[in-house]
């Protein structure tokens, strides 16, 4: 442990391949992220309407399986699960170009896929995050979650990149299969983290799934520090999920997107995901997390300016871009520096259920807002619809802002939250 408490984390044979598997599934993932869309507006034909639908297939798991997902997290060892939930993945996505061959690719398949995937999504990665406070000390969480997300935009920046490639050069479907590869590989990697993992506490004998969820949402709900971050993070998650259910279509069919420059304008805006990574560990030094998180959050609004204002053509594609660029740059800063805060102020014997509870109201609220956006789009139009969603993006500022967040235990990377209620910091220009 020592060497994981000084060395580099690059050192760390159990962390490399643990953030290699995240990165080699975040490159399949970036490629079903063009593809998808894809298959459905242009192969199927989808309305409006029917993508918000396989939008809303995508995000209700999260709403369905977070909570028990967070008990089997607790009571079981995180490595089996971690690898099933990929493997799951993989045969679910497996089927898209199965089915296309066959002439059965239908919505109501893509559905399926989307929604058996995002299962399996939940459970692996409900399993993968719980798991790193185990394999690293609690020093070490900044630096891991912001390597991971470095990683994570770079992966899926060049996913992005990937996928328009594959989807020109073989078509959409058949780019699924790069999908299926990479969950398969990722399976592989985690089951070679030998890092040896403590044994799950044993539920008393009348716990029961009821009980152990019940005292996992007592402990957030309660909790001084962790509560507030829950709660502005629903409010930012929601206003997204509702954007991207709406940006895809009006990029294909207003501004008329290639599928290249689709996944050009993914890949530049995972690389401000990146550049977000990189200097999340100095600012959250210089300026506490705080601060730097309401900063994040005021500058959201912002971005979305460019896609309002664009028209078809090279350089609203390169101001689209841009905005998105900075977006998930921000959104990199201030999910990292909530998600180790919370990682750090956490009992170790609640980090699934934690984590869980917090996945369950945040991207709860993913489902509603995909269906939101499709009534949105229908009945006020794609343009009207992305406005609402722009000025919406207002509100995880205001919500973070108003909260009392008192101070927590040394935080992660020796910044500790302010005494004070973050309602009475204001975030200054430029930080």
């Known amino acids: ?13 159990g962390f490399v391949r643990y953030w290699s598997a995240n990165a080699v599934d975040l490159v399949g993932s970036g490629v079903t992220q063009v593809a998808l869309p894809l298959i459905a507006v242009v192969a199927l034909h989808a309305s409006v309407w029917q993508v918000a639908l396989l939008s809303f297939a ?13 008990v ?3 009571r079981h060892r995180k490595r089996p699960v971690m690898v099933g939930a990929a493997l799951a993945s993989g045969a679910a996505f497996l089927v898209v170009p199965l089915a296309d061959a066959s002439g059965r690719l239908s919505l109501g398949l893509l559905y399926g896929v989307a929604m058996v995937s995002a299962v399996s999504e939940v459970f692996g990665s409900t399993a993968r995050i719980s798991f790193l406070p185990s394999l690293l000390p609690r020093s070490r969480l900044l630096e891991a979650n912001s390597k991971l997300a470095g990683v994570n935009s770079l992966a899926d920046s060049a996913g992005s990149q990937l996928g328009g490639t594959l989807v020109t050069a073989l078509g959409a479907t058949h780019a699924v299969y790069l999908d299926v590869a990479s969950y398969l590989t990722c399976a592989l990697l985690l089951t070679r983290v030998r890092t040896p993992e403590a044994a799950a506490a044993r539920p008393a004998r009348s716990a029961t799934f009821r009980a152990d969820i019940a005292e996992g949402m007592r402990y957030v709900w309660s909790h001084p520090t962790i509560r507030p971050l829950v709660l502005a993070a629903t409010a930012y998650v929601a206003v997204t999920a509702f954007l991207t259910t709406l940006w895809s279509v009006y990029l294909l069919r207003q501004l008329h997107y290639s599928s290249a420059a689709l996944g050009s304008t993914l890949s530049v805006a995972a690389l401000g995901g990146l550049c977000g990574a990189v200097v999340v560990r100095p600012v959250v030094a210089r300026y506490g997390p705080v601060r730097v998180m309401l900063t994040s959050l005021a500058l959201a609004p912002f971005t979305e300016v460019p896609l309002l204002l664009a028209a078809p053509g090279r350089p609203w594609q390169v101001a689209v871009g841009l905005g998105m ?13 909530q998600r180790t805060v919370r990682q750090a102020v956490c009992d170790p014997a609640l980090q699934g259920r934690m984590l869980a509870t917090s996945r369950w109201v945040v ?8 269906l939101l956006a499709g009534a949105a789009g229908t009945w006020l139009g794609l343009w009207n619809g992305l406005a609402v969603g722009t000025l919406a993006l207002a509100v995880p500022f205001a919500v973070l802002r ?3 967040l008192p101070e927590a235990p040394e935080a992660p990377g020796g910044t500790a939250v302010p005494k004070k209620p973050i309602g009475h910091v204001c975030p200054q220009k430029g930080k």
């Open 1 to 13: 442990m020592a060497a994981t408490e000084e060395g580099s984390l690059w050192r760390h044979p």
């Open 58 to 70: 995508q995000k209700l798991p999260p709403l369905l399986v977070s909570l028990p997902a967070g």
């Open 72 to 74: 089997l997290a607790d």
């Open 325 to 337: 660029f900075v977006q998930l740059g921000c959104a990199v800063v201030q999910g990292s520096t």
């Open 363 to 370: 991207y709860g609220s993913q489902p509603v807002a995909a």
């Open 402 to 404: 108003s909260s009392p």
